[in-house]
């Protein structure tokens, strides 16, 4: 069953002193009540929210992304897509509030 997934906000920060070389964006589900195993709604989010985030980031559509347990921190806290090409930007974090369609 696909997930319908909508984009309520997305924020850029730029915060040079974590030192990353590629951009990562991390989704956050508005709907505290979702019950959908995370790891079914990943491949729904790259299909509904990475083109939205490419776009407003000025990225190529064709831009490689790729799905990551450990995005943001090494213990696993922070999962997230990154990035692989920044296409000459600065790598920035992304923060997606999105919630489920039903």
Do not use: H
Request: some cysteine.
């Amino acid at each position: 069953m696909k997930i319908k997934i909508t984009v309520d906000d997305i924020d850029i920060r730029d915060w040079s002193e974590r030192r990353i070389s590629n951009s990562r964006v991390y989704v956050f589900f508005n709907d505290t009540t979702c019950t959908i195993p995370f790891c079914r709604a990943v491949k729904d989010m790259r299909e509904q929210v990475v083109p939205k985030v490419l776009k407003y980031m000025g990225l190529p559509a064709k831009t490689s992304v790729a799905w990551n347990a450990y995005a943001g921190c090494q213990c696993g806290c922070s999962p997230g897509f990154i990035i692989k090409d920044n296409a000459g930007i600065e790598a920035k974090e992304v923060f997606v509030d999105v919630r489920i369609v039903k």
